[in-house]
């Protein structure tokens, strides 16, 4: 995937908790980010909660 030009990069990956479910998601960096985070967040019912995943690629 891409160019491993000189090492480990790491991206942030956000794991994000539904209040009104309990469910619990996974936000790559490549799929939006913390702006998809703020997304799925807005759409819930009762908002959520999340946290940083940092993630060697």
Same mark, same amino acid.
């Given at each position: 995937?891409? &160019?491993? &030009?000189?090492? %480990? %990069? /790491?991206?942030?990956?956000?794991?994000? /908790? !539904?209040?009104?479910? +309990?469910?619990? @998601?996974?936000?790559?960096?490549?799929?939006? +980010?913390?702006?998809?985070?703020?997304?799925? !967040?807005? %759409?819930?019912? @009762? +908002?959520?909660?999340?946290?940083?995943?940092?993630?060697? /690629?």
């Amino acid at each position: 995937m891409g &160019c491993n &030009c000189g090492g %480990k %990069k /790491t991206v942030t990956d956000y794991q994000v /908790t !539904l209040r009104h479910d +309990g469910s619990t @998601q996974t936000v790559t960096s490549e799929g939006g +980010g913390l702006a998809a985070v703020r997304q799925l !967040l807005a %759409k819930s019912p @009762q +908002g959520g909660t999340y946290k940083a995943v940092p993630r060697a /690629t």
